[in-house]
């Protein structure tokens, strides 16, 4: 695993207790000097979707909607999930949370944090 990502969790829902709310799916990487979260969304608008910061968690969360109701009696099979969701990330030391940006288009969610520079996340200590 990538250095930069050991002290970067993924967890789940904040409200677990949910039992009818679905796991965002979450790709995350760092490009340009920025952690970016991207999250494919079918099914739902922007207005339908929250991004929320609470201290170092940066939550997901928000609805998909089928294109059209079916009774369940009428399914063959059913591998989409359709409902609420929401995806809670526990974000590393070194990101600027106060410049997040958030872009949704064509179904895909697209978060960019910038990177602090010049912040040592690990550092060895020696023994003497």
């Known amino acids: 695993m990538n250095s930069e990502f050991q002290n970067l969790n993924l967890m789940k829902s904040s409200d677990e207790v949910h039992l009818e709310e679905g796991l965002l ?3 995350i990487y760092v ?3 920025e952690l970016v979260i991207v999250a494919p969304i079918a099914g739902s608008s922007k207005e339908n979707i929250e991004v929320i910061i609470q201290g170092d968690i940066l939550i997901i969360r928000g609805e998909r909607f089928p294109p ?6 009428s399914y063959k099979k059913k591998e989409c999930y359709w409902g609420p969701f929401s995806r809670s990330i526990v974000l590393p030391r070194d990101v600027d949370k106060s410049n997040i ?9 697209m ?5 602090l520079s010049g912040f040592e ?3 060895k200590i020696i023994i003497e």
């Open 25 to 27: 799916s979450v790709d």
């Open 31 to 33: 490009k340009d000097g």
């Open 68 to 73: 059209e109701n079916v009774e369940e009696a």
């Open 101 to 109: 940006k958030a872009f949704y288009e064509n179904g895909i969610l």
């Open 111 to 115: 978060i960019r944090i910038p990177k």
């Open 121 to 123: 996340e690990t550092k």
